[in-house]
């Protein structure tokens, strides 16, 4: 990848888990100085609020599209920037584990960033998903342990690199076995199973009768 071919802003948006982690440590230490609400409310805000209002301030102004475009390029990827504002997550899964073990606050927690959630749904704690704001999930699903869910996919394409961008969504009553991985732009249908360790493809569509390999 020639970095003469990267957008400045794809540049600076680079720099925003640094910021994060950044303002993560200076809560701390306010924290460890001066013990109390205020620092401990803003420790909190920091590792969780402030990665939420950031992506949803980028969404406002250069929201994620469904579909195809070039990673290599002048053009500014919103997927990519998105991507950055949740790699803190994805580096440091802990922070979203805890979330799964009250009933309701991982599906609140997807809400906020943008993902159609049902009611009843069970996130067992290894649940991965990249993808906070592109994600549709009935009522009742069930996922498996380390089962996951991305909403891109990138493959090389004419000496570029081609990026798929889909909704994941799965139907109500459900079941994603452990170890299953969904695709961008995949469909599990209401009532269907997805075997353990099933590698859903994307934009495959899953029914009630299917027995993906």
Not at 168 to 181: K, Q
């Amino acid at each position: 990848m020639s970095p003469a071919k990267i957008s400045v802003r794809g540049y600076l948006v680079s720099g925003v888990p640094a910021f994060f982690l950044a303002s993560w440590g200076v809560a701390f230490g306010f924290l460890l100085l001066s013990p109390g609400i205020l620092s401990l409310l803003t420790l909190i805000f920091t590792v969780y609020g402030l990665p939420l209002i950031t992506y949803r301030l980028h969404q406002a102004l250069w929201p994620v599209e469904e579909g195809l475009s070039k990673m290599i390029g002048p053009d500014y990827s919103p997927w990519h920037g998105t991507h950055q504002i949740q790699l803190v997550y994805i580096a440091f899964p802990a922070l979203e584990t805890w979330l799964k073990l009250v009933p309701g606050l991982y599906s609140s927690w997807l809400r906020l960033w943008g993902s159609e959630i049902g009611r009843g749904v069970y996130w067992t704690p290894g649940v991965e998903i990249l993808d906070r704001g592109l994600v549709v999930v009935g009522d009742g699903v069930l996922f498996g342990h380390r089962s996951g869910m991305a909403a891109h996919v990138i493959t090389p394409r004419d000496g570029n690199l081609s990026l798929l961008v889909a909704k994941v969504r799965v139907g109500s009553g459900s079941f994603v076995g452990a170890g299953c991985y969904l695709g961008p732009g995949c469909v599990i249908e209401p009532g269907a199973m997805v075997p353990a360790g099933t590698n859903v493809r994307p934009k495959q569509i899953v029914t009630r009768q299917d027995k993906p390999s």
